[in-house]
């Protein structure tokens, strides 16, 4: 009879580190339509000891804003999913025409039920602290909108002291859809209406639309400021947790 094989069994000793978040750890509430904002999230973010954790929100495919408003009531659930227990530095509200629609203060209430702690932020939030931080005043707008979200969008920057100079949209409310316009009409976009003399700076919103990968690219043919939604709040949510890396291949705003 064979001896049974028998399987030596022993605890290991271990130390702990910061793991990957010991600069920063950031979260992130996604519309459940996005396609565009993770991706370019994950090319901004993508320094040591820095990480962002994600989660989705049910939202709709067309964007009016009734639909927008609606979200309000599952922002605080989606917050509360994002590493339990962890307390995080910033939490960033993806949608710039929900920000708008529901109001900023509005959603930092219900961001802070479960992270009391954080600074918040959103498209929104950032693009004007970001156009302030430029001593960009006269704005140029780019957006995907229907004429009702961007005239609220007009009235909510002229009452932040910026002037709306331009509006130029691709009138297309089906989010789905927008991420899918390309990089060429964005392009051709940005340059036509912020070549203007009465604008300082083009403001691309909405966190469908995919601009991170040819911002600088554009700047550099306009030699003025272009910042979009995804790069303004990433911008801004890396000053509120502290992280000053000047990442100029990101666009001008990342100078600062």
Request: charged content about 20%; aromatic content about 8%.
């Amino acid at each position: 009879m064979k001896n049974k094989l028998e399987t030596s069994y022993e605890i290991l000793p271990f130390s702990m580190g910061a793991g990957l978040m010991s600069r920063a750890a950031i979260g992130l509430v996604v519309l459940a339509t996005d396609q565009t904002m993770e991706y370019e999230w994950r090319r901004i973010m993508n320094l040591p000891g820095v990480a962002y954790f994600h989660s989705r929100i049910p939202s709709p495919q067309s964007i009016q804003p009734e639909t927008l408003m609606a979200m309000r009531q599952d922002i605080a659930s989606a917050v509360a999913t994002i590493l339990p227990g962890v307390k995080l530095q910033v939490v960033a509200f993806g949608c710039t025409s929900g920000a708008i629609v529901i109001g900023e203060g509005q959603i930092f209430n219900e961001m802070r039920k479960s992270q009391p702690q954080a600074c918040f932020t959103t498209p929104i939030t950032a693009a004007k602290y970001g156009l302030k931080r430029l001593g960009a005043r006269r704005v140029a707008l780019i957006t995907p909108y229907v004429e009702s979200i961007n005239k609220i969008f007009q009235g909510h920057l002229q009452s932040a002291g910026f002037q709306v100079r331009h509006i130029a949209t691709f009138n297309h409310p089906n989010d789905a859809e927008v991420a899918k316009i390309d990089a060429t009409s964005l392009e051709n976009a940005v340059l036509q209406v912020g070549g203007r003399d009465d604008v300082d700076a083009v403001f691309v919103s909405c966190t469908s639309l995919c601009m991170c990968d040819q911002t600088k690219k554009i700047e550099q043919q306009l030699c003025k400021p272009v910042i979009s939604s995804n790069s303004a709040m990433a911008w801004h949510a890396l000053r509120l947790a502290e992280i000053e890396d000047i990442l100029p291949q990101w666009g001008m705003l990342f100078e600062c």
